[in-house]
């Protein structure tokens, strides 16, 4: 596995999770890395982006409540989930260096659930 998300869990409607994922220098040197999520039923959708030089992009759904960075030192990306809602719940994924409209690289899925 090229990239290692963690940190999901359960939490209540309100409270926060911050996600990790770690990675090879090569591959968080790529121009773009992002978070993805999947609920059940539903099509995999982008949650936010971030470039090697720290434009983000977010999802008009998590706008304000999640913030993407990435830690250069640590080859790490986070997602810093505030205000959970039960429609966050899904698996999230990361993912880095775009190809056309997908990434080369993903990481292997966090649950996150978020009980209201």
């Known amino acids: 596995v090229q990239l290692q998300a963690s940190g999901g869990g359960l939490v209540q409607a309100g409270g926060s999770l911050r996600l990790s994922c770690a990675t090879s220098?090569?591959?968080?040197?790529?121009?773009?890395m992002a978070w993805y999520r999947q609920a059940p039923g539903k099509q995999r959708e982008l949650v936010a982006d971030i470039t090697n030089v720290g434009n983000t992009n977010y999802a008009d759904s998590v706008r304000g409540r999640f913030a993407i960075s990435r830690d250069n030192a640590k080859n790490t990306m986070y997602l810093q989930m505030n205000s959970l809602k039960s429609e966050d719940t899904a698996v999230y994924y990361c993912?880095?260096?775009?190809?056309?409209?997908?990434?080369?690289?993903w990481g292997q899925g966090t649950q996150v659930t978020v009980s209201s």
């Open positions: 993912a880095a260096d775009p190809l056309g409209f997908l990434y080369r690289y």
């Open positions: 220098r090569r591959i968080f040197n790529t121009n773009k």
